[in-house]
């Protein structure tokens, strides 16, 4: 069975039904944010629907984790090669990304692959009709989105609430899964991932 995963910070979690509003992306994603909630009607939380690591990846449980949080261009060498240098994070400064995986939910799918064409801080452009069918795909039926999400890990649900109450959950560590029980949540797990190759670059 697919599970549907959505992770947010320790700090903004809340024992019961959470729905979207414009904090909860950051400047690169408020225009897309907007954009999908004048396609659907309504405002969405992005939900990546998947069992596996790659899957998890579209959430931010992996930041709990990840050291190297940028690169900067420090020069070049005498053939024109760009130097890069990672910029790490320090003790302290890593995220507290608490994990919510639902066995089931409602929503409306979409193709991750092509989530670029939707409008950001970057690029403005409407999609035409044939990238808003890439994003839609509106003759796939549910069987044929949680098929496309065993074989390709790129599918998301777009959903107008969340009721973090019946979902599963998931923290870094004990003291975190601690304060999750004092706020109500039963059967939290610790629950460490590996991030993948690319995400360790």
Known sequence: MQTYNYSR???SVVYGIIRPSEKDYDEFEIETFRWFAGQLGFKPFFVAVGNTGSDLAQTNYYDNWRRVVATEITGRTKTGIYIHRKILRKKGEF???VLFSF???TGVFFDDSYFAFAPNS???DEPTSYEKRLIFKPSYRKSDWLRKAREKHC???ATPS???RIAEVYCRNQET???LEEIGFNGVSVKRILLPDYLKI
Request: overall charge negative; glycine content about 0%; proline content about 5%.
């Open 95 to 97: 995220p507290n990304e």
């Open 103 to 105: 066995k089931e939910l």
């Open 155 to 157: 599918v998301v649900t």
């Open 162 to 164: 969340l009721d973090l």
């Open 122 to 124: 970057e690029y403005s």
């Open 177 to 179: 899964k601690k304060v």
């Open 9 to 11: 910070s320790l700090d």
